[in-house]
Nanobody, 119 residues
């Protein structure tokens, strides 16, 4: 069984920074990509950022481009989301996710961590 464990959420003020971490453990699997999603109350879950395991190419949603940065640490099976210049609209539950090689979608998920940005 694969477990993804997130950490780093919290309550901050607008303009502050946070770094989220996600570590994969359990049954080894070949990773194609890792990502961070978020879901705000009353809204659908959205992809915030992703990074390929091999090569490290990245994707960012328009809403976070220039403010958030995704990175990975291969030997620790860990990826991060550095969030700078946080805005109240960034308030959401953030989920880390991993897509296994051969899977058509992200198929492993963390439990979610709350990020709240006050104005």
């Amino acid at each position: 069984q694969v477990q993804l464990v997130e950490s780093g959420g919290g309550l901050v003020q607008a303009g502050d920074s946070l770094r989220l971490s996600c570590t994969a453990s359990g049954r080894p699997f070949s990773v194609y990509a890792m990502a961070w999603f978020r879901q705000a109350p009353g809204k659908e879950r959205e992809l915030v950022a992703s990074i390929r395991w091999s090569g490290g190419s990245t994707y960012y949603s328009d809403s976070v481009k220039g403010r958030f940065s995704i990175s990975r640490e291969l030997r620790r099976n860990t990826w991060y989301l550095q969030m700078n210049s946080l805005e109240p609209d960034d308030t959401a539950v953030y989920y880390c996710s991993a897509q296994q090689v051969g899977a058509s979608e992200y198929n492993y998920w963390g439990q979610g961590t709350q990020v709240t940005v006050s104005s």
